[in-house]
C-alpha cells in the first residue's frame, strides 16, 4: 500500500502542477475586459495550489483524489466554454 500512495502522491503533484500552470495559461490570454472568466481562471489556479498544498501536507489521498478529479472535470469544461466563446467571438483574447 505504501508503494501506492507513493505513486498516487507523485502522480498528482506532477498532474497538479500542470493543471496550475494552465489554469495560469489561460489566464495569461484572457482580455482584461473578460471579468467573470478571469475569476474563474484565477479560481482554478487558486483550487490547484491548494490541492497541491494539501497533498505536500499529507492529507487523505483519497480525498485529494476526489477532489483532484472534480476539478479537472470542471476546469475541462471550463476550456471548451472558452474555445467556444472564442470560436463564436464571444470572447476577446489577450494580443500582448
Known sequence: ?????Q?????????L?????HSQFIL???AEKEKEEIQQ????KHAFQELLNR????????????DAEEMTVALR??????LQKQLTLEI???ES
Do not use: C, P
Open 17 to 21: 502542477q500542470v493543471l496550475r500552470d
Open 28 to 30: 495569461d490570454g484572457l
Open 92 to 94: 476577446t483574447k489577450n
Open 41 to 44: 481562471a484565477k479560481a482554478f
Open 77 to 82: 469544461n471550463f476550456k471548451l466554454s472558452l
Open 55 to 66: 497533498l505536500n501536507t499529507g492529507s487523505n489521498i483519497a480525498e485529494i483524489t476526489k
Open 1 to 5: 500500500m505504501d508503494n501506492f500512495i
Open 7 to 15: 505513486t498516487a502522491t507523485y502522480e498528482h503533484s506532477f498532474w
